[in-house]
């Protein structure tokens, strides 16, 4: 597992990316949620009371590799919870962790 510290607007996040085989596992987690690649199921977490979304990649990539990607990817779901702090559809991932 690779961790790296994000610098968000006045706040840092935690960036990590799991290998598994041919894919990455990616997410960047805040002090009041996340926002990780599509393999997350954010509607389960939902249920936790725990404000998150989930991108597809940006310019026609194939997947998410990187946390550089996801933050460049745009958001393709989010939860009842990460969308009552104003996360939506169509952001890009930095614009909703900026939220959460």
């Known amino acids: 597992m690779k961790h790296e510290t994000v610098r968000l607007a006045g706040k840092d996040a935690d960036g990590y990316v799991i290998p598994l085989g041919p894919v990455n596992l990616v997410a960047v987690v805040t002090d009041a949620g996340m926002v990780g690649c599509g393999a997350f199921d954010v509607d389960a977490l939902e249920r936790f009371g725990y404000p998150a979304a989930r991108v597809k990649p940006a310019g026609g990539a194939s997947?998410?590799?990187?946390?550089?990607?996801?933050?460049?990817?745009?958001i393709k779901g989010a939860n009842r919870h990460a969308r009552e702090r104003g996360v939506a559809v169509g952001m890009t991932g930095r614009e909703a962790l900026g939220r959460l």
Do not use: A, C, F, P
């Open 63 to 74: 997947s998410i590799e990187t946390v550089d990607d996801l933050l460049r990817g745009e």
